[in-house]
């Protein structure tokens, strides 16, 4: 039996994202007189925005994608919510889209999608069930929906936008049980499109990284 991992405490820092923290990895022509649709990078626990915007020169360029910083302090890095997650108090994930969202409100070109690691993944989806027209689709890698049901969710079901899922086989996060809650969530609520890599842990790999890029291709077809 292995032992539960031990989680530090989150500390707020601000309701806001800190625009000094964005990183605008990569995107649309600098000299184009239009600005590309955003695809947001919502990184995991203990990480940081420079994160996942590694990924960004792997992935179209129909896009430009843009990294957030959490707005909870988490050891060395940031959060977006506290783990455990605790199925009664989604406050902090509440708050976390609620940050996002007034970012999103005040860009000049369209934010789209979301891609979201772990917590971010459960952000992505968070952002959704608060209004399931806030994105054109998301991927969650090895994410989670919050684990209650929420006012939005029948909404979310009839609107059911493009989602992708990608996820490891020996993530020690998901056993079985909770690897399957978030299959039947995703396929109900989304258009779910699953890459699971039997041999992968908590991580992305190439395979995973060229669905993500094949999943995005096809919505910057669709656009």
């Known amino acids: 039996m292995t032992n539960a991992p031990q989680y530090a405490p989150i500390e707020l820092i601000s309701p806001h994202i800190d625009e000094d923290s964005v990183v605008r990895a990569s995107g649309d022509d600098a000299d184009s007189p239009v600005e590309a649709p955003i695809v947001l990078l919502l990184h995991g626990l203990g990480s940081h925005e420079g ?17 957030l910083r959490g707005i909870y302090s988490y ?26 969202e007034s970012w999103i409100a005040a860009q000049s070109a369209p934010v789209v999608g979301a891609i979201g690691f772990s917590q971010g993944g459960a952000l992505a989806l968070q952002l959704l069930r608060r209004d399931p027209r806030s994105l054109d689709f998301v991927v969650n890698l090895s994410g989670f929906p919050f684990p209650a049901p929420m006012p939005g969710d029948a909404a979310l079901a009839e609107t059911a936008p493009p989602a992708l899922w990608g996820h490891g086989g020996m993530d020690p996060h998901f056993d079985a049980e909770r690897e399957q809650q978030v299959r039947e969530f995703m396929s109900s609520h989304t258009r779910l499109e699953e890459e699971r890599r039997p041999y992968l842990a908590h991580a992305v790999d ?7 890029s094949a999943f995005l291709q096809r919505r910057a077809d669709e656009r």
Do not use: K
């Not at 994160?51 to 990294?67: E, H, K, N, V, W």
């Not at 190439?206 to 993500?212: G, H, W």
């Open 75 to 100: 050891a060395q890095g940031y959060a977006w919510c506290e783990m455990p997650v605790d199925p009664e108090h989604p406050e902090s994930l509440q708050t976390s889209a609620a940050a996002v």
């Open 51 to 67: 994160d996942l915007a590694g990924l960004a020169p792997f992935l179209p360029p129909s896009f430009t994608y843009i990294s």
């Open 206 to 212: 190439e395979v995973e990284l060229r669905a993500i």
